[in-house]
Protein backbone atom coordinates (compact mmCIF):
# COMPACT_ATOMS: atom_id res chain seq x y z
CA UNK A 1 0.00 0.00 0.00
CA UNK A 2 1.44 3.28 -1.07
CA UNK A 3 1.99 6.11 1.57
CA UNK A 4 -1.28 8.45 -0.24
CA UNK A 5 -3.58 5.02 -0.15
CA UNK A 6 -2.22 4.42 3.30
CA UNK A 7 -3.50 7.74 4.11
CA UNK A 8 -6.79 8.03 2.61
CA UNK A 9 -7.83 4.89 4.08
CA UNK A 10 -6.67 7.09 7.61
CA UNK A 11 -9.31 9.80 6.32
CA UNK A 12 -12.27 6.96 6.08
CA UNK A 13 -11.50 5.42 9.50
CA UNK A 14 -10.99 9.00 11.36
CA UNK A 15 -14.55 10.46 9.72
CA UNK A 16 -16.28 7.16 11.00
CA UNK A 17 -14.58 7.18 14.42
CA UNK A 18 -16.09 10.91 14.47
CA UNK A 19 -19.19 10.04 13.52
CA UNK A 20 -19.17 7.37 15.81
CA UNK A 21 -18.33 9.60 18.80
CA UNK A 22 -20.33 11.79 17.84
CA UNK A 23 -23.75 9.25 18.09
CA UNK A 24 -22.15 7.96 21.61
CA UNK A 25 -22.07 11.22 22.85
CA UNK A 26 -25.52 12.51 21.99
CA UNK A 27 -27.32 13.44 25.35
CA UNK A 28 -30.61 12.65 25.80
CA UNK A 29 -34.03 14.65 26.27
CA UNK A 30 -36.19 13.69 29.24
CA UNK A 31 -39.53 15.12 28.77
CA UNK A 32 -41.90 16.15 31.00
CA UNK A 33 -43.67 14.30 32.88
CA UNK A 34 -42.25 11.08 31.82
CA UNK A 35 -40.88 9.08 34.58
CA UNK A 36 -37.07 8.75 34.11
CA UNK A 37 -34.93 5.82 35.21
CA UNK A 38 -31.68 7.36 36.93
CA UNK A 39 -28.01 5.36 35.77
CA UNK A 40 -30.32 1.93 35.06
CA UNK A 41 -31.08 1.82 39.21
CA UNK A 42 -34.05 1.97 40.88
CA UNK A 43 -34.37 5.58 41.56
CA UNK A 44 -36.50 7.70 39.41
CA UNK A 45 -37.86 11.00 38.86
CA UNK A 46 -41.16 12.66 36.73
CA UNK A 47 -39.24 15.68 35.84
CA UNK A 48 -42.16 18.48 35.69
CA UNK A 49 -40.24 20.16 33.39
CA UNK A 50 -38.04 19.28 30.10
CA UNK A 51 -34.35 18.97 31.09
CA UNK A 52 -31.52 17.13 29.39
CA UNK A 53 -29.28 14.21 30.31
CA UNK A 54 -25.80 14.60 29.53
CA UNK A 55 -24.47 11.15 28.13
CA UNK A 56 -20.94 12.02 29.51
CA UNK A 57 -21.31 10.19 32.70
CA UNK A 58 -19.59 11.57 36.21
CA UNK A 59 -19.62 7.92 37.42
CA UNK A 60 -20.92 4.31 37.41
CA UNK A 61 -23.77 4.95 39.52
CA UNK A 62 -24.55 8.97 38.36
CA UNK A 63 -26.06 11.10 35.50
CA UNK A 64 -25.76 14.15 35.33
CA UNK A 65 -28.65 16.65 34.11
CA UNK A 66 -28.64 20.38 32.71
CA UNK A 67 -31.01 22.86 31.26
CA UNK A 68 -28.46 25.43 29.79
CA UNK A 69 -25.41 23.35 29.98
CA UNK A 70 -23.26 21.73 32.80
CA UNK A 71 -21.35 24.51 33.69
CA UNK A 72 -24.05 26.89 34.26
CA UNK A 73 -26.73 24.51 36.03
CA UNK A 74 -25.48 21.02 37.12
CA UNK A 75 -27.85 18.33 38.68
CA UNK A 76 -26.36 14.95 39.46
CA UNK A 77 -27.27 11.92 40.94
CA UNK A 78 -25.66 9.66 42.36
CA UNK A 79 -28.10 6.57 42.44
CA UNK A 80 -26.92 3.46 44.56
CA UNK A 81 -23.13 4.28 45.57
CA UNK A 82 -21.95 0.93 47.00
CA UNK A 83 -19.72 0.52 50.00
CA UNK A 84 -15.80 0.86 48.80
CA UNK A 85 -16.67 3.07 45.95
CA UNK A 86 -16.49 6.72 44.92
CA UNK A 87 -19.06 9.35 44.22
CA UNK A 88 -17.52 10.23 40.63
CA UNK A 89 -15.20 7.97 38.47
CA UNK A 90 -11.65 9.07 39.93
CA UNK A 91 -9.79 11.12 37.33
CA UNK A 92 -6.11 8.87 38.79
CA UNK A 93 -7.16 5.75 41.00
CA UNK A 94 -3.18 5.28 41.89
CA UNK A 95 -2.43 9.04 41.84
CA UNK A 96 -5.48 11.10 42.53
CA UNK A 97 -7.71 8.73 44.40
CA UNK A 98 -11.22 10.22 45.06
CA UNK A 99 -12.30 9.93 49.17
CA UNK A 100 -14.79 6.24 49.40
CA UNK A 101 -18.10 5.91 50.60
CA UNK A 102 -18.03 3.18 53.35
CA UNK A 103 -19.82 1.33 54.85
CA UNK A 104 -19.41 3.10 58.51
CA UNK A 105 -20.39 6.41 56.63
CA UNK A 106 -22.77 8.22 58.63
CA UNK A 107 -25.78 10.33 56.95
CA UNK A 108 -23.88 13.55 58.73
CA UNK A 109 -20.76 12.97 57.11
CA UNK A 110 -22.05 13.15 53.61
CA UNK A 111 -21.62 16.92 53.13
CA UNK A 112 -18.19 15.94 54.10
CA UNK A 113 -17.96 13.14 51.20
CA UNK A 114 -19.22 15.52 48.67
CA UNK A 115 -16.65 18.26 49.86
CA UNK A 116 -13.81 16.00 50.22
CA UNK A 117 -14.50 14.48 46.58
CA UNK A 118 -14.68 18.08 45.00
CA UNK A 119 -11.54 19.07 46.80
CA UNK A 120 -9.59 16.28 45.48
CA UNK A 121 -11.70 15.97 41.99
CA UNK A 122 -10.71 19.51 41.16
CA UNK A 123 -7.61 20.36 43.40
CA UNK A 124 -9.49 23.37 44.84
CA UNK A 125 -9.14 25.60 48.13
CA UNK A 126 -12.16 27.47 48.48
CA UNK A 127 -14.88 24.95 49.52
CA UNK A 128 -17.33 25.43 52.07
CA UNK A 129 -20.24 23.73 53.78
CA UNK A 130 -23.14 26.67 54.88
CA UNK A 131 -25.31 24.41 56.45
CA UNK A 132 -27.32 21.07 56.31
CA UNK A 133 -30.38 20.20 58.45
CA UNK A 134 -32.14 16.53 58.53
CA UNK A 135 -34.99 16.18 55.87
CA UNK A 136 -36.47 13.21 54.45
CA UNK A 137 -35.71 12.01 50.93
CA UNK A 138 -36.96 8.74 49.12
CA UNK A 139 -39.07 8.20 51.81
CA UNK A 140 -36.27 7.71 54.50
CA UNK A 141 -34.54 9.69 56.86
CA UNK A 142 -31.96 11.99 55.05
CA UNK A 143 -29.76 15.02 54.98
CA UNK A 144 -30.45 18.47 53.19
CA UNK A 145 -27.17 20.48 53.23
CA UNK A 146 -25.90 23.19 51.17
CA UNK A 147 -22.68 24.81 50.20
CA UNK A 148 -20.43 27.21 47.70
CA UNK A 149 -17.10 26.63 45.97
CA UNK A 150 -15.11 28.53 43.48
CA UNK A 151 -14.29 26.22 40.47
CA UNK A 152 -11.24 26.13 38.76
CA UNK A 153 -12.41 28.54 36.19
CA UNK A 154 -12.72 31.09 39.34
CA UNK A 155 -16.36 31.50 38.79
CA UNK A 156 -17.99 31.41 42.58
CA UNK A 157 -20.71 28.64 42.56
CA UNK A 158 -23.29 27.45 45.12
CA UNK A 159 -24.87 24.38 45.35
CA UNK A 160 -27.47 22.03 47.94
CA UNK A 161 -28.38 18.75 47.93
CA UNK A 162 -30.26 15.45 48.85
CA UNK A 163 -29.31 12.36 50.58
CA UNK A 164 -30.28 9.24 51.82
CA UNK A 165 -28.69 5.79 52.75
CA UNK A 166 -30.62 2.81 51.72
CA UNK A 167 -29.66 -0.60 52.48
CA UNK A 168 -25.88 0.47 52.96
CA UNK A 169 -25.96 2.30 49.80
CA UNK A 170 -25.43 6.08 49.17
CA UNK A 171 -28.38 7.91 47.01
CA UNK A 172 -28.25 11.78 46.65
CA UNK A 173 -29.11 14.38 44.23
CA UNK A 174 -26.97 17.43 44.24
CA UNK A 175 -27.33 21.22 42.15
CA UNK A 176 -24.74 23.16 42.26
CA UNK A 177 -24.54 26.55 39.35
CA UNK A 178 -23.18 29.85 39.37
CA UNK A 179 -23.86 32.13 42.43
CA UNK A 180 -24.67 34.94 39.57
CA UNK A 181 -27.35 34.46 38.24
CA UNK A 182 -27.80 30.95 37.48
CA UNK A 183 -28.51 29.31 40.93
CA UNK A 184 -31.35 30.87 41.48
CA UNK A 185 -32.67 30.81 38.43
CA UNK A 186 -32.29 26.75 38.36
CA UNK A 187 -33.35 26.68 42.29
CA UNK A 188 -36.85 26.13 42.06
CA UNK A 189 -36.69 23.97 39.13
CA UNK A 190 -34.38 21.22 40.90
CA UNK A 191 -36.45 21.37 43.93
CA UNK A 192 -39.02 20.16 42.27
CA UNK A 193 -37.45 17.53 40.15
CA UNK A 194 -35.68 16.46 43.04
CA UNK A 195 -39.13 16.06 45.11
CA UNK A 196 -40.50 14.06 42.65
CA UNK A 197 -37.28 11.28 43.00
CA UNK A 198 -38.21 7.67 44.38
CA UNK A 199 -37.08 4.45 44.62
CA UNK A 200 -38.88 1.17 43.46
CA UNK A 201 -42.25 1.48 43.25
CA UNK B 1 6.66 30.85 34.77
CA UNK B 2 5.46 28.02 37.37
CA UNK B 3 7.96 27.01 40.18
CA UNK B 4 5.71 23.52 40.37
CA UNK B 5 7.70 20.41 40.66
CA UNK B 6 7.57 18.12 37.36
CA UNK B 7 9.59 14.91 37.38
CA UNK B 8 12.82 15.99 35.11
CA UNK B 9 21.05 16.31 32.85
CA UNK B 10 22.63 18.69 34.90
CA UNK B 11 23.47 21.72 33.21
CA UNK B 12 27.23 22.10 32.01
CA UNK B 13 27.35 25.67 32.81
CA UNK B 14 25.59 25.47 36.06
CA UNK B 15 27.80 22.61 37.16
CA UNK B 16 30.91 24.75 36.42
CA UNK B 17 29.39 26.86 38.89
CA UNK B 18 29.04 24.30 41.49
CA UNK B 19 32.14 24.62 43.74
CA UNK B 20 31.36 28.28 44.46
CA UNK B 21 28.37 30.41 45.72
CA UNK B 22 26.16 32.23 43.64
CA UNK B 23 27.43 35.36 42.36
CA UNK B 24 25.50 38.55 43.67
CA UNK B 25 22.50 39.60 41.21
CA UNK B 26 23.55 42.20 38.09
CA UNK B 27 23.21 46.17 39.25
CA UNK B 28 19.72 47.07 39.64
CA UNK B 29 18.80 48.77 36.01
CA UNK B 30 15.30 50.63 37.29
CA UNK B 31 11.65 50.21 36.43
CA UNK B 32 11.04 48.26 33.22
CA UNK B 33 9.06 48.95 30.32
CA UNK B 34 7.60 46.83 27.60
CA UNK B 35 9.37 46.38 24.49
CA UNK B 36 8.88 45.84 21.11
CA UNK B 37 5.02 44.29 19.64
CA UNK B 38 5.72 40.74 21.56
CA UNK B 39 6.45 42.36 24.72
CA UNK B 40 3.60 44.92 24.69
CA UNK B 41 0.97 42.32 23.53
CA UNK B 42 2.59 39.53 26.27
CA UNK B 43 1.83 42.55 29.36
CA UNK B 44 -1.43 44.03 27.44
CA UNK B 45 -2.67 40.38 28.70
CA UNK B 46 -1.20 39.83 31.33
CA UNK B 47 -2.78 43.27 32.86
CA UNK B 48 -6.09 41.81 31.97
CA UNK B 49 -4.80 38.84 34.08
CA UNK B 50 -4.32 40.62 36.89
CA UNK B 51 -7.30 42.41 37.06
CA UNK B 52 -9.38 39.67 36.94
CA UNK B 53 -7.14 38.02 39.37
CA UNK B 54 -7.71 40.51 42.02
CA UNK B 55 -11.32 40.46 41.74
CA UNK B 56 -11.17 36.55 42.19
CA UNK B 57 -12.44 35.04 45.09
CA UNK B 58 -9.53 32.77 45.20
CA UNK B 59 -7.30 35.78 46.11
CA UNK B 60 -7.49 35.88 49.56
CA UNK B 61 -7.73 39.39 50.53
CA UNK B 62 -5.91 40.02 53.68
CA UNK B 63 -3.94 43.19 53.40
CA UNK B 64 -1.64 42.03 56.27
CA UNK B 65 -0.45 38.41 54.69
CA UNK B 66 -0.35 39.92 51.55
CA UNK B 67 2.17 42.60 53.18
CA UNK B 68 4.03 40.30 54.79
CA UNK B 69 5.04 37.73 51.73
CA UNK B 70 5.82 41.30 49.88
CA UNK B 71 8.55 42.31 52.54
CA UNK B 72 10.17 39.03 52.21
CA UNK B 73 10.68 39.05 48.94
CA UNK B 74 11.92 42.72 49.57
CA UNK B 75 14.16 41.61 51.94
CA UNK B 76 15.53 38.93 49.49
CA UNK B 77 15.63 40.85 46.30
CA UNK B 78 15.82 44.48 47.70
CA UNK B 79 13.67 47.52 48.07
CA UNK B 80 14.34 48.83 44.78
CA UNK B 81 13.48 45.54 42.73
CA UNK B 82 10.71 44.48 44.39
CA UNK B 83 8.54 47.68 43.92
CA UNK B 84 8.36 46.86 39.96
CA UNK B 85 5.86 43.55 41.45
CA UNK B 86 2.34 43.07 42.83
CA UNK B 87 1.79 40.23 44.91
CA UNK B 88 -1.36 38.16 45.16
CA UNK B 89 -1.85 35.25 47.64
CA UNK B 90 -3.99 32.19 45.75
CA UNK B 91 -5.91 30.20 47.89
CA UNK B 92 -4.85 26.76 46.03
CA UNK B 93 -3.47 24.10 47.89
CA UNK B 94 -0.42 23.35 45.39
CA UNK B 95 3.27 23.93 46.12
CA UNK B 96 3.42 26.68 43.66
CA UNK B 97 4.48 30.35 42.88
CA UNK B 98 4.62 32.30 39.34
CA UNK B 99 5.49 35.66 38.06
CA UNK B 100 4.59 37.21 34.80
CA UNK B 101 5.97 39.60 33.02
CA UNK B 102 3.89 42.68 34.11
CA UNK B 103 4.97 41.74 38.12
CA UNK B 104 2.36 39.97 39.41
CA UNK B 105 3.72 37.60 41.52
CA UNK B 106 1.00 34.64 42.54
CA UNK B 107 1.83 32.85 45.57
CA UNK B 108 -0.16 30.10 46.36
CA UNK B 109 -1.81 28.99 49.98
CA UNK B 110 -0.21 25.15 49.13
CA UNK B 111 3.77 26.88 49.27
CA UNK B 112 2.82 29.10 52.46
CA UNK B 113 1.60 25.81 54.37
CA UNK B 114 5.16 24.41 52.97
CA UNK B 115 7.89 26.48 53.97
CA UNK B 116 8.84 26.51 57.68
CA UNK B 117 10.85 30.41 57.40
CA UNK B 118 11.38 33.53 55.73
CA UNK B 119 14.36 32.41 54.46
CA UNK B 120 12.93 29.29 52.63
CA UNK B 121 9.79 31.56 51.31
CA UNK B 122 12.69 34.15 49.89
CA UNK B 123 14.14 31.73 47.71
CA UNK B 124 11.25 30.66 46.15
CA UNK B 125 10.05 34.39 45.33
CA UNK B 126 13.83 35.24 44.55
CA UNK B 127 13.55 32.57 42.12
CA UNK B 128 10.66 33.67 40.84
CA UNK B 129 11.57 37.36 40.92
CA UNK B 130 14.63 36.13 38.79
CA UNK B 131 12.21 34.67 35.97
CA UNK B 132 10.58 38.80 35.91
CA UNK B 133 14.34 40.25 35.66
CA UNK B 134 15.93 37.74 32.73
CA UNK B 135 11.97 38.23 31.00
CA UNK B 136 12.44 34.40 30.43
CA UNK B 137 8.12 34.67 29.65
CA UNK B 138 9.22 36.55 26.31
CA UNK B 139 12.25 34.79 25.63
CA UNK B 140 10.20 31.36 25.91
CA UNK B 141 7.36 32.68 23.64
CA UNK B 142 9.69 33.96 21.04
CA UNK B 143 11.41 30.36 21.23
CA UNK B 144 8.14 28.51 20.46
CA UNK B 145 7.03 31.05 17.78
CA UNK B 146 10.06 30.28 16.33
CA UNK B 147 10.30 26.29 16.48
CA UNK B 148 6.78 26.16 16.08
CA UNK B 149 7.18 28.01 12.56
CA UNK B 150 10.45 26.43 11.60
CA UNK B 151 7.71 23.18 11.58
CA UNK B 152 5.34 24.61 10.29
CA UNK B 153 7.64 24.82 7.11
CA UNK B 154 8.97 21.69 7.20
CA UNK B 155 5.62 19.85 7.51
CA UNK B 156 4.73 21.67 4.00
CA UNK B 157 7.72 20.56 2.52
CA UNK B 158 7.54 17.40 4.08
CA UNK B 159 4.24 16.58 2.21
CA UNK B 160 5.70 17.42 -1.25
CA UNK B 161 7.27 14.19 -1.06
CA UNK B 162 5.81 10.59 -0.94
CA UNK B 163 9.43 8.94 0.20
CA UNK B 164 8.87 7.17 3.71
CA UNK B 165 12.04 8.26 4.59
CA UNK B 166 11.53 12.18 4.50
CA UNK B 167 8.72 11.49 6.66
CA UNK B 168 10.06 9.57 9.20
CA UNK B 169 13.08 12.42 8.81
CA UNK B 170 10.69 14.89 10.14
CA UNK B 171 8.82 12.80 12.75
CA UNK B 172 12.74 12.92 14.29
CA UNK B 173 13.02 16.57 13.51
CA UNK B 174 10.01 17.26 15.38
CA UNK B 175 10.84 15.50 18.60
CA UNK B 176 14.33 17.18 18.16
CA UNK B 177 12.44 20.73 18.33
CA UNK B 178 9.94 20.04 21.31
CA UNK B 179 12.91 18.29 23.27
CA UNK B 180 15.23 21.48 22.56
CA UNK B 181 12.51 23.69 23.62
CA UNK B 182 11.90 21.59 27.17
CA UNK B 183 15.60 21.60 27.65
CA UNK B 184 15.43 25.81 26.91
CA UNK B 185 12.43 25.88 29.57
CA UNK B 186 14.88 23.76 32.24
CA UNK B 187 17.81 26.43 31.40
CA UNK B 188 15.90 28.92 32.44
CA UNK B 189 14.67 27.18 35.52
CA UNK B 190 18.34 27.02 36.17
CA UNK B 191 19.02 30.55 35.73
CA UNK B 192 16.16 31.56 37.89
CA UNK B 193 17.57 29.06 40.53
CA UNK B 194 21.08 30.90 40.02
CA UNK B 195 19.69 34.22 40.16
CA UNK B 196 17.19 33.58 43.32
CA UNK B 197 20.00 32.20 45.76
CA UNK B 198 22.33 35.29 44.47
CA UNK B 199 19.77 37.34 45.69
CA UNK B 200 19.36 35.07 48.95
CA UNK B 201 23.31 35.24 49.42
CA UNK B 202 23.19 38.77 49.23
CA UNK B 203 20.53 39.35 51.71
CA UNK B 204 20.32 39.02 55.54
CA UNK B 205 18.87 35.29 55.30
CA UNK B 206 20.25 32.36 56.02
CA UNK B 207 20.93 30.94 52.06
CA UNK B 208 21.22 27.36 53.13
CA UNK B 209 17.55 26.99 53.28
CA UNK B 210 17.02 26.89 49.51
CA UNK B 211 18.28 23.49 49.18
CA UNK B 212 16.25 22.64 52.35
CA UNK B 213 12.89 23.19 50.77
CA UNK B 214 13.08 20.87 47.69
CA UNK B 215 14.99 18.41 49.96
CA UNK B 216 11.35 18.48 52.27
CA UNK B 217 9.16 18.41 49.18
CA UNK B 218 11.13 14.87 48.23
CA UNK B 219 10.22 13.79 51.61
CA UNK B 220 6.69 14.58 51.17
CA UNK B 221 6.21 13.51 47.67
CA UNK B 222 7.79 9.87 48.81
CA UNK B 223 5.36 9.66 51.89
CA UNK B 224 2.68 10.32 49.75
CA UNK B 225 3.32 7.75 47.02
CA UNK B 226 4.63 5.17 49.95
CA UNK B 227 0.62 6.02 51.48
CA UNK B 228 -0.41 5.48 47.91
CA UNK B 229 1.14 1.84 47.77
CA UNK B 230 3.20 3.40 44.36
CA UNK B 231 6.83 3.07 43.74
CA UNK B 232 9.24 4.87 45.55
CA UNK B 233 9.53 8.44 43.11
CA UNK B 234 12.87 8.85 41.34
CA UNK B 235 14.33 12.64 42.24
CA UNK B 236 17.07 11.88 40.02
CA UNK B 237 16.25 11.83 36.35
CA UNK B 238 14.89 14.35 33.69
CA UNK B 239 12.04 13.05 31.60
CA UNK B 240 11.74 13.79 28.42
CA UNK B 241 8.71 16.53 28.54
CA UNK B 242 9.93 17.96 32.06
CA UNK B 243 9.65 21.72 32.64
CA UNK B 244 11.61 22.11 35.71
CA UNK B 245 15.46 20.15 36.09
CA UNK B 246 14.79 17.20 39.16
CA UNK B 247 14.55 18.11 42.85
CA UNK B 248 17.49 16.33 43.51
CA UNK B 249 19.54 18.31 41.17
CA UNK B 250 18.18 21.45 42.28
CA UNK B 251 18.20 20.75 46.22
CA UNK B 252 22.42 19.64 45.53
CA UNK B 253 23.34 22.71 43.69
CA UNK B 254 21.46 24.94 45.86
CA UNK B 255 23.12 23.93 48.43
CA UNK B 256 26.48 24.14 47.00
CA UNK B 257 25.81 28.12 45.43
CA UNK B 258 24.40 29.18 49.16
CA UNK B 259 27.28 31.18 50.48
CA UNK B 260 28.99 29.42 53.29
CA UNK B 261 29.27 32.51 55.47
CA UNK B 262 25.41 32.79 55.28
CA UNK B 263 25.00 29.97 57.49
CA UNK B 264 25.27 31.42 60.69
CA UNK B 265 22.38 34.15 59.68
CA UNK B 266 18.63 33.78 60.99
CA UNK B 267 16.00 31.52 58.81
CA UNK B 268 13.25 34.35 60.30
CA UNK B 269 11.09 31.04 61.41
CA UNK B 270 9.92 32.76 64.26
CA UNK B 271 8.77 35.67 62.68
CA UNK B 272 7.14 33.40 59.48
CA UNK B 273 5.27 31.51 62.37
CA UNK B 274 3.81 34.61 63.98
CA UNK B 275 3.02 35.59 60.75
CA UNK B 276 1.08 32.65 59.17
CA UNK B 277 -0.76 31.30 62.47
CA UNK B 278 -3.92 32.49 61.70
CA UNK B 279 -3.89 31.20 58.04
CA UNK B 280 -1.59 27.81 58.68
CA UNK B 281 -5.01 26.08 59.88
CA UNK B 282 -6.99 27.16 57.23
CA UNK B 283 -4.42 26.18 54.49
CA UNK B 284 -3.84 22.75 56.37
CA UNK B 285 -7.33 22.29 56.42
CA UNK B 286 -7.22 22.55 52.32
CA UNK B 287 -4.27 20.06 52.23
CA UNK B 288 -6.22 17.09 54.59
CA UNK B 289 -9.11 17.36 52.54
CA UNK B 290 -7.33 16.46 49.27
CA UNK B 291 -7.23 12.99 49.81
CA UNK B 292 -3.46 12.63 50.39
CA UNK B 293 -3.02 10.82 53.15
CA UNK B 294 0.56 10.62 53.17
CA UNK B 295 2.18 13.73 52.00
CA UNK B 296 -1.15 15.32 54.50
CA UNK B 297 0.43 13.19 57.34
CA UNK B 298 3.80 14.30 56.66
CA UNK B 299 3.11 17.96 56.24
CA UNK B 300 1.22 17.36 59.73
CA UNK B 301 4.24 15.84 61.46
CA UNK B 302 6.91 18.87 60.21
CA UNK B 303 5.03 21.20 61.35
CA UNK B 304 4.80 19.55 64.77
CA UNK B 305 8.20 19.47 64.98
CA UNK B 306 8.09 22.85 67.29
CA UNK B 307 5.66 20.91 69.59
CA UNK B 308 2.08 19.86 69.28
CA UNK B 309 -0.98 22.27 69.13
CA UNK B 310 -4.82 21.26 69.72
CA UNK B 311 -5.07 22.23 65.93
CA UNK B 312 -2.87 19.95 64.56
CA UNK B 313 -4.22 17.00 66.42
CA UNK B 314 -7.55 18.02 65.48
CA UNK B 315 -6.49 18.17 61.75
CA UNK B 316 -4.73 14.61 62.51
CA UNK B 317 -8.17 13.35 63.53
CA UNK B 318 -9.78 14.67 60.77
CA UNK B 319 -7.28 13.00 58.29
CA UNK B 320 -7.38 9.71 59.79
CA UNK B 321 -11.21 9.88 60.28
CA UNK B 322 -11.60 10.84 56.62
CA UNK B 323 -9.96 7.73 55.67
CA UNK B 324 -12.51 5.68 57.78
CA UNK B 325 -10.81 2.13 58.42
CA UNK B 326 -11.80 1.01 61.53
CA UNK B 327 -7.90 1.07 63.19
CA UNK B 328 -7.69 4.51 61.55
CA UNK B 329 -11.41 5.79 63.82
CA UNK B 330 -9.42 4.44 66.86
CA UNK B 331 -6.74 6.42 66.11
CA UNK B 332 -8.51 9.61 64.99
CA UNK B 333 -10.30 9.18 68.27
CA UNK B 334 -7.27 9.65 70.50
CA UNK B 335 -6.07 12.79 68.71
CA UNK B 336 -8.97 14.34 69.24
CA UNK B 337 -8.78 13.77 72.98
CA UNK B 338 -4.97 14.58 72.66
CA UNK B 339 -6.71 18.03 70.76
CA UNK B 340 -9.20 18.62 73.96
CA UNK B 341 -6.40 18.21 76.31
CA UNK B 342 -4.82 20.77 75.27
CA UNK B 343 -7.76 23.22 74.15
CA UNK B 344 -10.92 21.72 76.08
CA UNK B 345 -12.71 24.48 74.46
CA UNK B 346 -12.17 23.06 71.25
CA UNK B 347 -15.61 22.45 69.72
CA UNK B 348 -14.37 21.16 66.26
CA UNK B 349 -12.35 18.16 68.08
CA UNK B 350 -15.43 16.79 70.08
CA UNK B 351 -17.29 16.98 67.30
CA UNK B 352 -14.69 14.63 65.43
CA UNK B 353 -14.30 12.42 68.51
CA UNK B 354 -18.08 11.95 69.10
CA UNK B 355 -18.21 11.31 65.62
CA UNK B 356 -15.10 8.80 65.43
CA UNK B 357 -16.79 6.85 68.79
CA UNK B 358 -19.94 5.91 67.77
CA UNK B 359 -18.69 4.78 63.96
CA UNK B 360 -16.72 2.62 66.73
CA UNK B 361 -19.21 1.00 68.60
CA UNK B 362 -18.68 3.44 71.77
CA UNK B 363 -21.65 4.54 71.41
CA UNK B 364 -22.60 6.54 74.71
CA UNK B 365 -19.25 8.25 74.76
CA UNK B 366 -19.85 9.46 70.94
CA UNK B 367 -23.35 10.85 72.41
CA UNK B 368 -21.95 12.69 75.39
CA UNK B 369 -18.73 14.44 73.06
CA UNK B 370 -21.54 15.46 70.56
CA UNK B 371 -23.34 16.77 73.57
CA UNK B 372 -20.63 19.05 74.14
CA UNK B 373 -20.01 20.29 70.83
CA UNK B 374 -23.40 21.68 70.73
CA UNK B 375 -22.62 23.20 74.51
CA UNK B 376 -19.93 25.20 72.92
CA UNK B 377 -20.97 25.62 69.37
CA UNK B 378 -24.81 26.06 69.57
CA UNK B 379 -25.07 28.01 66.36
CA UNK B 380 -23.41 25.58 64.38
CA UNK B 381 -24.22 25.17 60.99
CA UNK B 382 -24.74 21.23 61.57
CA UNK B 383 -26.50 21.73 64.66
CA UNK B 384 -29.80 19.73 63.77
CA UNK B 385 -27.48 16.95 61.96
CA UNK B 386 -25.71 16.35 65.18
CA UNK B 387 -28.78 16.75 67.18
CA UNK B 388 -30.49 13.62 64.99
CA UNK B 389 -27.36 11.98 65.81
CA UNK B 390 -27.74 11.79 69.37
CA UNK B 391 -31.35 11.12 69.01
CA UNK B 392 -30.85 8.41 67.05
CA UNK B 393 -28.10 6.72 69.36
CA UNK B 394 -30.72 7.10 72.31
CA UNK B 395 -33.06 5.22 69.88
CA UNK B 396 -30.68 2.84 69.29
CA UNK B 397 -30.08 1.95 72.85
Known amino acids: MTVSARRSWMSVALCLAIVGAGAADANAYREKGKVAEIADSKMTVTPPRDWNRLDASPGKNAETWTLDGEQLNDITFYSGVEAGRPLVKEPDKKRQPLP ?8 IEIPELLEGTYRAYKQIGGFSLTGSRPERFLRQEGVYFTYEFTDRDDLPRKGEARAALVGKKLYMISFDAPRLHYFDKTLPDFRALADTAKLGN | MALCAVLTLTSPALAATKTKPAPPPPPYVGVYQPQGVDELGIWREDDESEQKLANSPVAI ?8 VK ?11 CNATRVYIVREPSFNATMSPNGTMRVYSGLLLRVRSEAELASVLGHEFGHFEKRHTLASFKAHRKGTD ?18 R ?83 DYLGALAMPEGDGRDEGSEAYGRALAKWLPVFLNDQIKLNDFGGSEYLINSLAKDGWTAPLWQMRGELFRARGAPRDLAHAADFYLNAITIEPELAEAHRGLGLSLVKTGRTEEGRVALARYLELKPDASDSAMIGMTIASIGGNQ
Open chain 2, 169 to 251: NFADLEMSVYGSLLRFSRDHEREADLLGIGYLNGSTLRPQAASQIWRNLMAETEASAAARGLKKPRFDRVAFFSSHPPEAERA
Open chain 2, 71 to 81: SVLCTAVGFDR
Open chain 2, 150 to 167: FLSWASVLASMSNSAGVH
Open chain 1, 100 to 107: KFTESTLL
Open chain 2, 61 to 68: QDEALTAY
